[in-house]
């Protein structure tokens, strides 16, 4: 447009040339020349203007060209230099989140391979800080704790020097891990195979396979985007499916793996996938397995130690120490439970002798014996009262200081030692009676009383268990009563037996005869006294006439008896004591005699 | 030291013979209830070579249909080769064969194709015409095999083996 209005002036300037001043100079000049001049005095200003602005946007232009070079620099310097100024972080805040959104809604699996290694640390660790209270608590709840296996293994954790808790974990969480595969998400190819020393083997790349096979199956089944595999459970066989954008992890686990293992899993497999991004542009994915550190990460025995089930963590030594310890409580126990078993042995033997004894007690019925060993025993039956009381058996018995009680209830027995028991109680049977009773029949033997046998024969067939009663018993004969009377019948003939006297104290002729006969009376006497247990008194009595004066006589008498006493005395029978004088036994006769007389019992 | 490991997709219709070429090739690690129940069996086997390492094989034993389904399709990712397997005496199985070649294609498009004709100790009774044969061979590596009498199985996987691993 310029361009034409220029053409336009010069048009107009060429056909009327009187109007322009200085003509010869102007004409003298080249046209062009005069159009610049023209256009200088007429635009100068502007043109500078026009250029001024050119060189601008030119430079603008090339600003905008070099803006993606140049953008990280300025960005970070801005960043740097204005770090406290809030118009950065507001100038920012706008297109970086829009990016975010753009790259997550448009890119979301770059998004998440690139978060992957690092969202796991932070949400656990937000998770660990958001737990470790409610562990801690769980840990004092389980210090408190006093059940016998509590108190185990405190004594445990006390012994191996380490902390209740992680005694707790130990015996808890028993498990190993037998394999573990790294595998290739999509095609569930194997890129790494650990298997624990001593695990069995196994086809890693079918096992995989098959893996990767029911996770994409499990996942189909309950619906897209739902999930996937995370583990599967047969009895004490776990296995464990971690997954990631590159590759999942899966362990082959026996026993009861503690959460933490899972959570190692994780991280682990977080580890990988960082490794993963590492590689070389042009590696492909299963060249991970050959890298150092992935070998370290899969290592199930490093799981097993950083989970803490691992036995050769550093505790092992002072459980190895403390060893002696175990082997003593070992042997002591042992002793023990052999002292209880020897103890307990005897015990039952002594029980069961006391079982026999007592089951041989006649008139005793053994029903049952309450046994607390070392402690208590009672002793149940039935008791004939005749029997004899089983309790001295009971007390007399080797059961320590056990208390000891017989609960019996009365009966009447049958047995025969008990019924003869009952005889002698119930007939009082005196001595030289004998009793026996065998088979219901009772037996009586000996000599007794009349009165007795009298007795015994009305009362025997009333005893309980005497069917028959055979009795043989003699009446008995007491020898002091048979010589009772016979010293009655000496005294008698001995009374009938006198001395005469011629005068005075002069005997008749003959009269040692009279004498001798009178002694050995008095002797025959005094034996049958001794027999019959009595005292015989002797004394000698004169008789006189009544011729003569009543003193004269009575003089007589006594010389009479006093002769008859000396006349025994000389021979050999003393104690022989004189009648009163003044009685005159036989007026009729002139003699003396001896009065014998029985005394009390000696 | 072998090279590999690379997954080998078997596909075709019922029952003509994918499990026992499988069978035929490798001494089986799971059951063949796996087929029905989870609809795939996996094995492995290390081909060997003359004078190079060998190759490990991770086979799919995909259960047999004519369409893949979405779980049919989930199988087969990241797979390396496609053994098409069809039965000479049933010619729509080679149809089948083929459709599932052209829908795993949109999958794996670089994956190596072999094609397995089986039943060929029954081949007399065979519906596939020879020249049908002729025609395919110009696209697609075609083997006749038995998995009864075991011809022509090791030639099949050893193309996959070379086709992979060359």
Known sequence: MAGEGEKAIAAATGADGSAVPAAADVAAASPRDDYERLRELLFGDERRELAAARERIAELERAQRDLPRRLPDAAVAALHENRDNPRVADALAAPVAQALGAAVHDNRQSIIDALFPIIGPMIRRAIAEALRGLVDNLNGAIESSFTPRGLKWRVEAWRAGVPYAQVVLRHRLAYGIDHVFLVERDSGLVLRHVAAPGAAPLDADAIAGMLTALGDFVGDSVGGDRGALDSAQVGDSLVWVEHGPQANLACFVHGVPPPQLRGLLEQRLEDVHARILALPADAPLQTIGDDERVRELLDPVQMLREAGADGSTAAAPAQRKSFKPVLAVALLALIALGWFVVERWRWNARVAALRDTLAAQPGFVLGDIESRPWRSLVVHGLLDPDAPSPQALIEQADLGKANRRLGATGFVSADDRVVLRRAQRLLQAPAGVTLDARGGVLHIGGEAPQAWIDAAALRAPLIAGVARVESTVQVQIDPKRVARAALEHAIAELAARNVDFVREDEPVAGSDAAVEAIAADVRRAQAFAREAGVALQLRAAGSSDESGGGDINARVRALRARWLALALAARGIADVGEDDANANPDPTQRSARIHASIGGAR | ?166
Not at chain 2, 24 to 42: A, E, N, P, Q, W
Not at chain 2, 74 to 83: D, V
């Open chain 2, 1 to 166: 030291m072998s090279a590999g490991p690379f997954k080998v997709c078997m596909l075709g219709d019922f029952g003509v013979g994918k499990t026992s070429l499988v069978s035929r090739f490798v001494r089986s690690t799971f059951s063949d209830k796996y087929l029905t129940t989870v609809g795939v069996k996996v094995d492995s086997k290390e081909v060997a070579r003359a004078g190079r390492d060998p190759v490990k094989l991770v086979l799919w034993d995909i259960a047999g249909r004519n369409a893949l389904d979405s779980v049919g399709a989930n199988y087969l990712r990241g797979a390396s080769a496609l053994l098409l397997v069809a039965d000479g005496t049933r010619e729509a199985s080679l149809a089948s064969a083929l459709d599932l070649l052209m829908q795993a294609r949109g999958l794996l498009p670089n994956a190596l194709a072999v094609l397995a004709m089986n039943k060929f100790d029954l081949l007399d009774r065979w519906e596939v015409a020879p020249p049908t044969l002729t025609q395919l061979r110009r696209t697609l590596a075609v083997f006749e095999t038995s998995a009864a009498t075991g011809a022509g199985v090791e030639d099949a996987f050893a193309a996959i083996v070379a086709g992979l691993a060359p």
